[in-house]
């Protein structure tokens, strides 16, 4: 019975998101859009902080790797966006596996200062070439669409990100899964057992780049202006956020984390900026008390009530 | 000859400064395994601090610093103490928690503070003569005498006085220094304030040269990472001399290289070490 209900639960969900198009307005249409893109992000992340247990800070990098490549693709060389996103998506892959290779066997504390120092690197140099990339005044790129429609694009965000989760989901639930939680529990264990933690490491890091730089992709020819604010610290912490909030090493907890906060951040707009700062102690706030954070704290009720 | 002695005389004297900011990274991860993420943060905080209570309350900046500092030093351990104690052990999460803080210290102190850059008063002005070469302002050479005072004080403190033992033996063995009896709590709740009261320290000289605003703390931090990972993690004497050499080699870089750049150096440097040289030129070899 319970292999059904996980079934059919994605199933409902997915029938469930081709209605909004129908009855949401061009505004909260462009929310969801924007929420679906972060559910790319965090998703991504969370399957290498939370399955293998690296805080990598250089995720937003890899967006933006995905994005620039693909809308100066288009610019300079008149790439149709759907090719470019995906040389996009293979640039920001390759730099995951030189960077994962680079930094996975330092671990810990090293990797997170090399990710930081890569991704301020990237941003900086961004940012100066101005002459290719114009820098902070934004890049203008092509949409997917001749027709501007928010609709299409809302379609094909949804697409992109089911197929993604769909992917996480497997690698999840593969034997390739089991390895990156057995690595995160205990690494020494692990590798006594003949793992090879190193290219698991590795291989996560690359895919998780991969889906960045894909989702980054999209997101630059959604919005038709890219600028140094997606590969930026600023959008790291957002993606981190949500990933923590909803709860990390679980499924279910950046998808949640993500439409939350997406949402919420446009209801406290109209307080002035200040969504960043309540995001802040909110997850400083989860990773001290609940670090299993929302997924965590609904799944214990779930339990409860459905344990018999 | 006469720019050159100047570039190089700042960077001198950005260097021992970068070497207080460092040792306050330094202290707190060779004890606590945690990076600091919201060291610049503090250090920002600590200007702050000084330039509002010097400027808008009226104190003079001789005991506007010092009490800014303390107050700095209050927040370290109040952060140690409800943040950062849980996770001990748990490095993903004391990263996180001290990368989401940052982002909360720093947006609200733009929401306290402002955005607009703001700085404290000078205590000496003018400018002496060095050696007859060249003019070199009276404000910075004093800084550097406080920071060389600093650092000595700080020696002494880590090398001479129990305390400083304590520190060490904890940073060198946890479990075996509470056998002896040291109380290691105690001594990471002291030591991250130590450790912040630095980073407010360096904030508090460096704030009469160059003033503070809050979007300023992610530079700060990432220049004490790269000075700890260049000199090496936990040596002091590493802090130092990777403080000078970041500190001459940015302004060198940055006057004759390429002033846009000028940050880049300072990643570079980090990121070639972490992969060639992960102990930096004093650290242990513990890979």
Redesign the interface.
């Known amino acids: 019975m319970a292999n059904a209900k996980k079934f059919w639960v994605p199933i409902v969900f997915i029938v469930l998101a081709i209605f909004p198009p129908f009855f949401l307005s061009q505004y909260w249409l462009h929310v969801m859009i924007i929420s679906l893109f972060y559910v790319m992000m965090a998703s991504s992340w969370n399957l290498i902080?939370g399955f293998t247990?690296?805080?990598s800070?250089a995720h937003a990098a890899f967006s933006g790797i995905g994005a620039y490549v693909s809308g100066m693709l288009a610019v300079y060389l008149g790439f149709s966006p759907w090719l470019g996103v995906l040389i996009g998506m293979g640039a920001a892959a390759l730099l995951g596996l030189g960077l994962g290779y680079?930094?996975i066997r330092?671990g810990?504390?090293?990797l997170?200062?090399?990710t930081?120092?890569?991704s301020?690197?990237l941003r900086?140099?961004i940012t100066?070439e101005d002459r290719w990339t114009r820098g902070t005044m934004g890049l203008q790129v092509p949409g997917f669409f001749t027709e501007y429609s928010k609709v299409s694009y809302y379609y094909l965000f949804l697409i992109v990100a089911i197929l993604v989760l769909a992917v996480i989901y497997r690698i999840i639930h593969s034997e390739m899964g089991l390895t990156f939680r057995a690595v995160l529990n205990d690494e020494l264990a692990a590798s006594s057992s003949g793992i090879n933690t190193i290219r698991v490491r590795i291989l996560a890091f690359t895919i998780s780049g991969a889906i960045a730089g894909l989702a980054g992709g999209l997101y630059g020819h959604y919005l038709m202006l890219i600028t140094p604010d997606i590969p930026s610290?600023?959008q790291m912490?957002l993606v981190?956020?949500m990933a923590?909030i909803g709860g990390m090493g679980s499924f279910v907890g950046p998808i949640v984390g993500s439409f939350v906060l997406e949402i919420l951040s446009e209801y406290i707009r109209i307080y002035g900026e200040?969504h960043?700062?309540l995001f802040?102690?909110v997850?400083?706030a989860v990773?001290?008390f609940a670090?299993e954070g929302l997924m965590g704290i609904i799944g214990k009720r779930w339990r409860r009530e459905w344990s018999y | 000859m006469t720019e050159f002695l100047m570039y190089l005389t700042n960077g001198i004297v950005i260097g021992v400064i970068n070497a207080i900011s460092a040792i306050g990274v330094s202290l707190i991860v060779g004890i606590m395994k945690v990076v600091n993420f919201a060291h610049g943060e503090l250090y920002i905080f600590a200007g702050y601090f000084s330039y509002h209570l010097s400027t808008t309350l009226g104190l003079p900046p001789l005991l506007a610093m010092p009490l800014s500092i303390f107050f700095i030093f209050l927040i370290g351990i109040g952060m140690e103490r409800t943040l950062i104690r849980p996770t001990y052990g748990n490095e993903m999460y004391s990263l996180i928690i001290t990368f989401v803080l940052s982002i909360v210290l720093q947006n609200a102190a733009l929401l306290i503070f402002g955005p607009y850059p703001n700085k404290p008063p000078n205590l000496v002005s003018g400018a002496t003569n060095i050696f007859g070469l060249y003019h070199y302002g009276n404000q910075r050479l004093l800084s550097f005498f406080i920071s060389i005072g600093i650092l000595l004080f700080i020696f002494y403190l880590i090398k001479k006085t129990w305390f400083g033992k304590s520190i060490r033996a904890v940073s060198q063995d946890r479990e075996m220094s509470s056998l002896v009896g040291i109380d290691h709590f105690r001594v990471n709740m002291l030591s991250f304030g130590l450790g912040a009261a630095l980073a407010g320290a360096a904030g508090v000289i460096v704030a009469p040269i160059f003033p503070v605003t809050p979007t300023g703390s992610s530079a700060i931090s990432l220049t004490a990472f790269v000075v700890v990972v260049l000199g090496g993690m936990g040596s002091l004497k590493g802090c130092v001399v990777g403080g000078l050499l970041l500190g001459i080699l940015e302004n060198l870089g940055a006057a004759y290289i390429s002033t846009m750049y000028r940050s880049i150096f300072g990643f570079l440097i980090l990121i070639l070490i972490l992969v060639f040289r992960p102990w930096g030129l004093f650290g242990q070899r513990t890979q």
């Open positions: 902080a247990g690296q805080v800070f680079l930094c330092m810990g504390i090293y997170s200062l090399t930081l120092g890569f301020e690197i900086i140099i100066n610290l600023g912490f981190l956020a923590v200040v960043v700062l802040g102690l997850a400083l990773a001290r670090p």
